[in-house]
């Protein structure tokens, strides 16, 4: 006869992990080592992971000797060790000792489980600490589960005639378990066992982000009193570097003062994290980024944050925000470690078409979370209500300059003031006056900056290199409008309604077709950003297509666009 045993441990020599077993896993597991037992082979893996051992019947307890070569054992004894959960279950093959084997079959019918335990094995063993030190067991409220005649609820009835006992057992050795559950299957009868299954409530350690940042800098800091007084040794006016609140396009800068306290020169220089291909985010910009102090001087380091067209789609869709760790290395010497942080307010500059239209108030007046599932393609279906037919933003822009900016000299030519664009941002974002502050200078620029800002054009990357295509046939031109997404399409035909009715005036606004073309052109399509790049003169012909593409629909009528499709 062979005894199997079987470990679950839950962790390894380096990580400590938790499971929390459900019945059907312990079934699982207990199907699995009972497979081992029969093909008599070991097998040995971490993390969630079975340990089997095979022995012969041995006349003194079974389990003690083994446990004790186990546990003892020079590779499982470290796993063991560390583990913040241990559970070990099997056929441990304790017995029911001094007790008349109709004795046992009696009381065991009668339910008096706990008399009948005072003859278990196991449970003396573990009275007298001489095996499993430190295991718990459950409370037994269940039969005997050996030995059955196979497929029956029947005790053995062959020529030996097994007393009954609790061969199947399991046990556990952490501070974290609660046992909810221990009990046997009865209806499982495909063997001479009946097999256990226990459900424990797990109690899981967690990090605290902040703390852990709290003692990673007082290690460092103690860790660098130990350095050698001829190592690079600086002393920075601060490790941390928080940025307030961050607008769209609005730089907010700190400093740093980096002193050389050590006795020789020092080259600094801020390195890329791993698997990161730059030193810091888009955003962020380190002026200078690496340098060489003398003895007792100092070099000021400023730190700017500027979330602008290229990287506010992220803060809007929550793929980004204003947090990075920054690695100050030391040529020689050790690491310092800077954190970056800031609340970045969002703006309708850098948010989506299809977002924007399903937003009936300023984009200020949403919480982030809506924000992220409007951004967000799977989720938008969720908030949809009523869609406006193209960005409230747009059309308050484009209103203004239509009632007061068609005959305004130079418009989209001269630009605007900043402190006026700035105004009208922050207008779009928080309400919606009767009158958008600022010059029709400063809101046409700010209708470029936000069509710039678009992180999918009008025109989608997608149809990009059709447009380069069809760029001097009017009617694939049409084609290629008829295909947008019907919000970009709404847009895209407001915009060349007003730009055309812009060009009526021209003799006071001094605007032609082919300038407003060149404009609008490389605003309204872009390259997609995995376009490989391609020389200067490929660039200017691109430029030149895009141009030409706008400059179809603003001298052929757009009341006939649809009826253009029918040919």
Known sequence: MFITYSTILVGSASHCLVSIWSIHQLYTAWCSASSLHTQRRNQTQLFYCFYCFHYKRLRVCPATSVCSSVLCSSVLCCVVLCCSILIWLGDLNYRIDGLPVDDVKLLSDKKEYDALLMYDQLRQ???????????????????????????????????????????????????????????????????????????????????????????REQVVKKLDRLENEYLPQVNLSTVELDFGT???????????????????????????????????????????????????????????????????????????????????????????????????????????????????????????????????????????????????????????????????????????????????????????????????????????????????????????????ECYNNFKECVKVYSQLPLYHRNVFKYLMAFLKHLLQYSDFNKLDPKMLATLFGGLLMRPPPSSPTVSVTVMQTNTRRQASFIYQFLVNELENIEDNLLY
């Open 246 to 468: 961050i607008y769209f396009c609005e730089e907010e800068a700190r400093s740093l003062v980096i002193t050389n306290s050590g006795q020789v020169p020092v080259q600094f220089e801020f390195i890329k994290k791993l698997d990161d291909s730059s030193y810091c985010k888009p955003w962020l910009q380190i002026k200078p980024y690496m340098g060489f102090i003398m003895p007792g001087d100092k070099s000021d380091v400023e730190f700017t944050v500027l979330v602008d067209k290229k990287t506010a789609s992220y803060f809007n869709s929550g793929q980004d925000k204003i947090e990075d760790i920054l690695i100050l290395h030391l040529d020689g010497g050790k690491d310092y470690f800077l954190t970056i942080s800031g609340r970045y307010i969002p703006s309708c500059f850098g948010a989506s078409v299809e977002a924007l239209v399903r937003m009936h108030g300023p984009i200020r007046d949403i919480s982030m979370d809506q924000l992220f599932q409007l951004e967000n393609p799977g989720k938008r279906s969720v908030l949809d209500t009523k869609l406006y037919d193209i960005p409230k933003e747009i059309w308050m822009l484009v209103d203004h300059l239509f009632r007061f900016g068609l005959k305004q000299d130079e418009l989209f030519q001269k630009q605007g003031l900043q402190a006026e664009i700035q105004a009208i941002r922050n207008c779009l974002d928080t309400g919606y006056p009767e009158q958008i502050p600022g010059g029709s200078h400063s809101i046409a620029e700010a209708l470029l900056h936000f069509l710039e800002a678009l992180p999918e054009p009008i025109i989608p990357y997608s149809q990009y290199e059709r447009c380069l």
């Open 125 to 215: 063993q573990l009275s007298l600490n001489q095996v499993f030190d430190g295991f718990d067991e459950g409370k037994i409220h269940f039969r005997p589960t050996y030995k059955y005649d196979p497929n029956t609820d029947d005790w053995d009835s062959s020529e030996k005639a097994r007393a009954p006992a609790w061969c199947d057992r399991i046990l556990w050795r952490s501070e974290q378990l609660k046992q909810v559950q221990y009990r046997s299957h009865m209806t499982l009868r495909i063997s001479d066992h009946k097999p256990v299954s226990s459900i424990f409530d797990a109690t899981v350690k967690v990090i605290d982000p902040a703390q852990y940042r709290k003692i």
